[in-house]
């Protein structure tokens, strides 16, 4: 395979490049990112470039058949109409590029946020529970929307094999993103009622898309470690302190810190924290029934996992 991996230099896209450099059934793994690489692997190609300019001469030059696209704004922006330009206008420009360059597969990086944060979720939520992202997230409302164009497009062009993953939240060594510095601050504000939490550790969510490349599958699947881990549970484990408020006056405090810029207090506005009050936990029973992958970690021992990671860094 000849493979292009739209935001190369992120966290997934990173350690799917680094994966795919040592697969022998890969001849070539070429980047795309606005960051360039924290390092480089051998018989990888990488190009600087926004998602949104053209990828046609790309997909050529390098005889491109296979495309992962990783690229996606994750952190919150204060600037929506950015996000979305970033996130689904990219989007489109992949699918239009791989159609013009002939790509034989695309592999697309979804989110369970996709199903949305609801009281009446499905439990557990499967592949075929309704897609409800929600409209005052911006970063789930997109997912949401973008798996519908994906759709459309799949319908348009089924000889394109398709195949669409839907982690929860990555974690391991590598999980660094607003929640992630949430929980190892010395005092963890929270919703004063969680619900428990699910991960997937970031070796699972890679070994998961490496198979289905190699075996050109395609498909939607859920991936999703087992069980689940509470948020006091997650503090404690970082030693650290959780303090929960009702949501009445964590909401407005937390939007005002949102809309004032005070990062060192918030970097996500209060819609995100629906995430940690309403159930929202999937199952993988498809991508096993499907594949016969047998996950390393489950929920907890994923964060574990960057527990280790954190209080390493502590100590050094």
């Known amino acids: 395979m000849r493979i292009l991996v739209t935001g190369a230099a992120g966290y997934i896209g990173g350690k799917l490049v680094e994966s795919l450099c040592k697969k022998a059934w890969v ?15 051998s018989g990888y190609g990488f190009f600087k470039q926004d998602i949104r300019e053209p990828l046609e001469e790309i997909l050529d030059s390098e005889n491109v058949d296979t495309v992962i696209h990783t690229a996606y704004v994750l952190p919150p922006l204060h600037d929506d109409n950015l ?65 519908n164009i994906i759709r459309s497009f799949s319908t348009e062009y089924p000889h394109i094999t398709l195949s669409v ?14 929640l992630a510095r949430h929980l190892k601050k010395r005092i963890v504000l929270l919703p004063g009622h969680t619900k428990p939490f699910q991960f997937v550790h970031e070796d699972d969510l890679i070994n998961v898309m490496v198979l289905l490349l190699k075996n ?13 881990v509470t948020f006091p549970e997650m503090v404690n484990m970082l030693g650290n302190t959780p303090l929960p408020l009702p949501l009445r ?66 100590q050094s």
């Open 216 to 228: 050109r599958l395609g498909g939607i699947y859920n991936v999703a470690g087992e069980g689940t």
């Open 249 to 314: 006056i964590l909401s407005p405090l937390n939007s005002l810190a949102w809309q004032l810029r005070l990062s060192a207090m918030t970097e996500f506005p209060s819609p995100v924290m629906n995430m940690m009050i309403h159930p929202w936990v999937a199952t993988s029973e498809k991508l096993i029934r499907d594949t016969g992958y047998a996950f390393m970690y489950d929920s907890c021992e994923a964060f574990k996992d960057f527990v280790r990671h954190v209080r390493s860094h502590r």
């Open 165 to 178: 993953v839907r982690p929860c939240f990555v974690v391991g060594p590598g999980f660094d993103n607003p």
């Open 27 to 41: 001849e070539k793994v070429v980047g795309t990112d606005i960051r360039e690489p924290a390092q480089g692997s």
């Open 83 to 147: 996000m979305e330009d970033i996130n689904k206008g990219g989007t489109r420009n992949v699918l239009r590029a791989s159609v013009r360059a002939g790509v034989r597969q695309i592999l697309y990086t979804s989110s369970t946020t996709a199903y949305g944060f609801h009281p009446d979720n499905d439990f557990p939520l499967t592949e075929e529970s309704p897609l409800r992202g929600n409209d005052d997230f911006t970063y789930a409302r997109n997912k949401r929307e973008i798996e």
